[in-house]
């Protein structure tokens, strides 16, 4: 089994990780890619905050350690749940739209599933930000599997 797992670093993303650990197969046919993605900032023309080049750059470096670190997170927490771990764990931070990220990755790699958290976000908030895990249920070609709180 091919499982896709998206993490943004939160509580959220850790009861997802901690939920595959659960029910995963330990065996040589198991394959993990865990996955954070990151949104590029672009600058804004006349903006108003006058903010340089240099703080879109900052800003983007920013967010890719946090995705870095997140993927970083899951894997150790993968690691100490299988100590003697016998299927393959790859890694991956990418920048883009989320959800578009997710959906595409699991197309190409092939996923029998995708695991993601969710924020329990409320309607306002969905429609003000947007939901990943929405987005990813709506456009997956796979099983995908929402957990929606933390363990």
């Known amino acids: ?37 990151y949104e590029t900032l672009r600058p ?27 993927v970083t997170e899951a894997l150790d927490l993968l690691r100490a749940k299988f100590p003697d771990m016998k299927f393959t764990v790859s890694t991956s931070v990418e920048s883009g739209r989320a959800y ?12 029998d599933m995708i695991v993601l958290g969710s924020h329990g976000s409320g309607f306002w908030e969905r429609n003000f930000m947007g939901s990943v895990s929405d987005a990813v249920v709506h456009h997956a070609h796979c099983s995908v599997l929402i957990v929606r709180s933390p363990a």
Do not use: C, H
């Not at 993490?7 to 850790?14: E, L, N, Q, V, Y």
């Not at 901690?18 to 995963?24: C, H, I, L, S, T």
């Open 1 to 37: 089994m091919k499982i896709l797992v998206a993490t943004d670093g939160s509580a959220f993303s850790r009861a997802a990780i901690e939920n595959v650990a659960g029910f995963v197969a330990n065996s040589p046919d198991t394959e993990i890619k865990v996955i954070s993605v």
């Open 44 to 70: 804004v023309t006349g903006d108003p905050f006058g903010a340089t080049t240099q703080y879109y750059i900052e800003a983007e470096n920013a967010s890719r350690k946090i995705a870095e670190d997140a």
């Open 100 to 111: 578009r990220v997710i959906v595409e990755l699991a197309d190409e790699w092939k996923a």
